[in-house]
């Protein structure tokens, strides 16, 4: 028996054959010629500000790699606002941190009390918008610098003092990168967003409780290792909101876990030549790159590139040198990363079910997961 196929029903099904193998090959479209600058400038600020940290043989590399990915990355522009935000911040954490651990570090439940209420002030003002800058890089800043100062082998003043470095220096390396890869075409600005009353104080007493609660259960288990879990738990509450942190949690436990991987690849690569800087910037350059990619296709905020970037910048800031090596940082922030997430959606999911049956802080239908 013979089926009788028409040459017109052949034609009209090779269309839909192309267009469903055009679909299956879909690839990320090309990034923007401002797009592309940015991508040179964040992974270029990461780059050097690893390598001048290495060079100079200064403590904590973690704020001389992080601080140039924050303020490049998660700003695509540079004016005289952001800077005043960025170094005002820097100034005035250096003084509550002095304040908080000088005097009440004897006394964990007020001290607890005093962080509390630095959170939910910063909080307060990523909620309301204009200050977001000001009151995010606070909280990544603060969640860092009193993660280190509140255990006793820690040199106070040294952390401060390579705080204050690193954030001059990330500026300057901001202000480098902007005139070497300019912006060519003017950036449009960010849609401003109405919010009523009842969600800022939803949004301000999820964030600064949760932060808070962060700060307590690192300091209690002693996980002064794991610096890479807490600034997790931070960066997934600039989405100010449970559905938003959902989301920002899957992206950055991706994220993490690609920098991770990415990391130990680098490590099989170099091998015993760790030692050879010039192969360790060009592979470190080389990864930044990839995930700044990343970055700009996602938009900005803090997902899968962003995640990897910092990943990338905690290993190599603090873990390697010639007599260390990458596979059990790799695994152990991983892992503690993972768990961290977890619980703070947790945490994140219980106290929005709560403030939602509060009528002050209810948040909208419309904005109700």
Not at 4 to 24: C, D, F, G, Y
Not at 216 to 222: A, G, I, M, N, T
Not at 269 to 284: A, C, E, G, I, P
Not at 313 to 319: D, R, T, V
């Amino acid at each position: 028996m013979f089926i009788k196929i028409s040459s017109r029903s052949i034609k009209n099904r090779l269309p839909r054959l192309r267009s469903s193998s055009v679909a299956t090959t879909k690839r990320k479209p090309e990034l923007s010629k401002n797009g592309l600058r940015q991508c040179f400038r964040v992974a270029g600020g990461g780059l050097l500000g690893f390598v001048v940290s290495q060079l100079m043989g200064w403590n904590y590399g973690v704020f001389f790699t992080v601080f140039p990915m924050f303020l490049l990355g998660m700003v695509p522009i540079l004016n005289g606002h952001i800077i005043r935000q960025f170094l005002a911040n820097i100034s005035i954490n250096v003084l509550e941190v002095s304040l908080v651990v000088g005097l009440l570090k004897h006394m964990p439940v007020v001290m607890t009390l005093a962080v509390m209420g630095i959170f939910l002030f910063r909080f307060n003002l990523m909620a309301k918008g204009p200050l977001f800058l000001f009151g995010a890089n606070g909280v990544l800043t603060l969640s860092i610098l009193l993660h280190f100062a509140s255990y006793t082998n820690v040199d106070l003043s040294d952390l401060l003092a390579c705080n204050l470095v690193a954030s001059g220096l990330a500026v300057f390396i901001a202000m480098l990168m902007h005139t070497l890869f300019p912006d060519v075409e003017a950036r449009k600005p960010p849609p401003r967003v109405t919010k009523t009353s009842s969600q800022i104080r939803h949004e301000t007493l999820m964030g600064g409780l949760t932060a808070t609660l962060s700060f307590v259960v690192f300091q209690v288990f002693d996980l002064q290792g794991s610096l890479s879990a807490q600034m997790a738990t931070i960066l997934v509450l600039f989405t100010l909101g449970y559905s938003g942190a959902k989301v920002s949690a899957a992206k950055r436990a991706v994220g993490t876990l690609l920098g991770c991987n990415l990391a130990l690849l680098m490590q099989l690569l170099l091998y015993t030549q760790s030692h050879h800087f010039l192969l360790v910037v060009l592979l470190y350059w080389l990864g930044l790159m990839l995930f700044a990619r990343e970055h700009i296709h996602e938009g900005g905020g803090s997902g899968i590139g962003f995640g990897g970037m910092t990943t990338l910048g905690i290993l190599f800031g603090q873990s390697l040198g010639p007599q260390q090596d990458l596979v059990y940082s790799a695994l152990y922030r991983f892992s503690s990363m993972s768990i961290a997430l977890v619980l703070t959606l947790l945490t994140l999911a219980c106290l929005h079910f709560a403030f939602n049956r509060w009528t002050p802080t209810r948040l909208p239908a419309s904005n109700s997961p």
